[in-house]
C-alpha cells in the first residue's frame, strides 16, 4: 500500500478521523502531511471495567495472600511489592483483567483463567498487556494482536479500559 499524500494537515484535521489520522500523518518539507501508517488499523475489540475499591480491599482483607496469588500473574506479584498502594494495585489489576477479557469476548471462561491475562508497568509507568502461555494461546487463536489498557481511580471507583487490536493490522 502506497504512502496517502494529503493536500495538507487540515485535509486530515477536516475527516471523521481527526485525531486518528493526524496521529497518523507527518509534515514533509513542502508543508503537506504525508500517511505514514501502511494501512488501517483494526480493533477487535473493546472492553471496559468499573468497579467499587472498597470490594477488593475486602476481599484482600479476607483472603490475605491466598486471593494475591489466584489474582495475579508473577511479574504482577513483583510489581505488587514495589507498591506503596497495594489494595489500589489489587484493584486496577483486577478491573484491567476484566476489560481485557471483555474485549477478547471470553470473559473468564473458554479457556481464559483470571491468572491468564494481567498488565505490568514498562519503565514510563506505562500500563502494559501481558499473557501467561495459555493466555497468549488463546490470544493467537482468536486473532487478538497488540493490547493496550488504561487504568484511573476517583472517588472509589476504579475504571479500566482495554483495546485490543486484529492480529496483523496496522
Known sequence: HAAHRCVGPRSCASSTLRSFRLALCRVDRRR?????????????????????AKRVALVHEKYGERFVERLLMPAEREQLGKTARPQRFLAMRFA??????KAMGTG????????????????????????????????????????HVTLTDEAGLIVAVAVLMKAGAG
Request: aromatic residues 8%; without cysteine; charged residues 20%.
Open 96 to 101: 484491567a483483567k476484566e476489560a481485557i477479557v
Open 32 to 52: 503537506r502531511a504525508v500517511h505514514v501508517a501502511s494501512g488501517p488499523s483494526m480493533i477487535f475489540g473493546i472492553g471496559v471495567d468499573v468497579l467499587e
Open 108 to 147: 473468564f471462561a473458554h479457556g481464559v483463567w483470571i491468572r491468564d491475562v494481567g498488565v505490568v508497568q514498562n519503565a514510563w509507568g506505562r500500563p502494559e498487556v501481558v499473557y501467561s502461555p495459555r493466555g497468549e494461546a488463546v490470544r493467537r487463536g482468536l486473532g487478538v494482536g497488540e493490547g
